[in-house]
Nanobody, 124 residues
Framework: QVQLAESGGGSVQAGGSLSLSCVASGFTYCMGWFRQAPGEEREGVAVISTGGYSTYTYYADSVKGRFTISQDRGKNTVFLQMNSLKPEDTAIYYC??????????????????WGQGTQVTVSS
């Protein structure tokens, strides 16, 4: 198991941008972000493979073309650049990682480590 330290979040107007970061304390196979809005179920946002030679990414349809996930492998850090933000992006965003085994298909990945969450609020 690894510890996750995430930072970022805040309040921004619709159309604005925000960047989140997350640092893992050790090796991970993949890392990404989930979010949960009030009254809604938790949903996966983006994920990136971190433990292999090749890098793969997967995005939820709702954020494709607007969000970009990236990594700095030397620093065990992943980033989520969020552009063209919409009010429906308002949620608590959680960094997540899988350190206990291969991730398999990224669209169905199952994290085993979670960050504390950070609030993202997008106003109209």
């Amino acid at each position: 198991q690894v510890q996750l330290a995430e930072s970022g979040g805040g309040s921004v107007q619709a159309g604005g941008s925000l960047s989140l970061s997350c640092v893992a304390s050790g090796f991970t196979y993949c890392m990404g972000w989930f979010r949960q809005a009030p009254g809604e179920e938790r949903e996966g946002v983006a994920v990136i493979s971190t433990g292999g030679y090749s890098t793969y990414t997967y995005y939820a349809d709702s954020v494709k073309g607007r969000f970009t996930i990236s990594q700095d492998r030397g620093k065990n850090t992943v980033f989520l650049q969020m552009n063209s933000l919409k009010p429906e992006d308002t949620a608590i965003y959680y960094c997540a990682a899988r350190s206990g085994g291969y991730c398999g298909a990224l669209r169905n990945w199952a994290p085993n480590d979670w960050g504390q969450g950070t609030q993202v609020t997008v106003s109209s």
